[in-house]
């Protein structure tokens, strides 16, 4: 107080003042104003309007903000413009509300945004362009929604993600593709879903072990489907519980290029031989179509399992080469041991050898 009226009114000041009065005025500059019943900080720029029963944005935040608080509020609905020209803004929390739906472009201003929370509110779908405009995002916490999905490329573009909230929504399955443009990500939160442990989560299954080799943070993934998985962590259920996924594509992809026609059976009539000399003409249709065979769903995958069988059965047969030389050579020393046994008995007390022993000095005597 003193020490800005000392800038407007007194053409001197002392020096320790100065520094204030430059201060008070940059300050002045950068929040002109305050939004009603909220609570600003002219040094770090936040606006705290958190707790107010709102059921709308104050529009009148200033175009400086750099954090915005508006949890703990009754926001249901946000107009496309809610947040307009506040492109300084970095972290926005709009947690604990009863938003249900977010428009595409309303975070289109927010180029600067570092964190974004959205934890308990309704929210149950989000538009794949939603976040399209903040490319320095960090941090964003979804749990506590009602989403049962994610769309395809919600993500894109993010490479600065590095923590990402999905705990306790309704998801039962993710998208490989949807989490892949996030090379950065350092955390990720799924637990709390029920989730259905299936062919539809096998390759997001892949995905969460690259995410953990490569030293990310996940935390548990528990099954709820099928009743055999129920409770347990979908990182621990092995991969060969999905090789029927592979038949059900391959039977999948064979029955949509099945094309209808008469149907093929053994009386029907065979094509009438052609005349000598004359090239027999097809007839379409008459002829049975051959089965195909099974084909793998991957060549690559074909290629590695023969790799594999062929190893596991080289390995299996030097296992039994080892073990018939060790048979033999086992056979051996037994044998050498028991004539070896059999050449110490008489040298033991035995009463056969010494019996001979006696005849043989009576006959030289």
Known sequence: ??????????????????????????AVE????????CKCDSRS????????????VPPDVPAATRTLLLLNNKLSALPSWAFANLSSLQRLDLSNNFLDQLPHSIFGDLTNLTELQL?????????????????????????????????????????????????????????????EPLANLQLLQVGDNPWECDCNLREFKHWMEWFSYRGGRLDQLACTLPKELRGKDMRMVPMEMFNYCSQLEDENSSAGLD?????????????????????PEPEPGTACPQKQRH??????????????????????????VVAAAYGC??????????????????????????????????SVA
């Open 30 to 37: 950068a929040l002109p104003t305050c939004p009603f019943s």
């Open 259 to 279: 094309i209808p026609g008469p149907p093929c059976t053994k009386a029907s009539p065979e094509p009438a031989k052609p005349k000598p000399g004359a090239e």
């Open 119 to 179: 934890r308990n509110n309704s929210i149950r779908t989000l538009d794949r362009d939603l976040l399209r405009h903040a490319p320095l995002l960090r941090h964003l916490d979804l749990s506590i929604n009602g989403l049962a999905q994610l769309p395809s490329g919600l993500f894109d573009g993010l490479l600065a993600l590095r923590s990402l909230s999905l705990r306790s929504n309704r998801l039962q399955n993710l998208d490989r593709l949807t989490f």
């Open 45 to 56: 720029l936040e606006v705290d309007c958190s707790g107010l029963g709102l059921t709308t």
């Open 329 to 362: 050579i086992y056979a051996s020393l037994m044998a050498k041991y028991h004539r070896e046994l059999k050449k110490r008995q008489p040298l033991m007390g035995d009463p056969e050898g010494e019996h001979e022993d006696q005849k043989q000095i009576s």
């Open 1 to 26: 107080g003193s020490d800005l009226a000392c800038c407007f009114l007194s053409p001197i000041c002392p020096p320790h003042q100065g520094i204030t009065c430059w201060v008070a005025l940059y």
């Open 295 to 320: 084909r793998p769903a991957s060549v690559r995958r074909a290629m590695g399992t023969v790799i594999i069988a062929g190893v596991v059965c080289g390995i299996v047969c030097i296992m039994m």
